[in-house]
């Protein structure tokens, strides 16, 4: 089974569907995924030379990997043979151009979620 999940306050019918229309949602068949560059959601475009970026990943079934991607290269990955719950990456980035981030993780038993990209300008 594949799931959306949405990344925002209380839910109600017109903030779901704006926060679907912008992007602030992620992939997954089983972890939950968020990130944030300079406290912006998953789907935004900022305008940033400098980015304070921050992903987490949960899942009951103990995560294996999770990665964040900068313009298709991977910049950061964690991972942890004992299986915790949740895994976390903070880390200051200086892109050199403007493009994109987005996270992916990996849980224990194979299962994967995916971030939306969050845009950044220079």
Known sequence: MIWNGLVGPKPDVNRIGKRAAKGNHFVSDSPFIFASVND???GETIRAERCEIEVRAY???GLAQLRLIHNGKVINTKNDSNSPTSLTIELTHKPTASG??????LSHDFRKGFSNPLWVER
Do not use: Q, T
Request: charged share 25%; no cysteine; proline share 0%.
């Open 40 to 42: 912006a959601a998953m």
């Open 59 to 61: 899942d009951s079934a």
């Open 100 to 105: 994109y981030y987005r996270a992916e993780v």
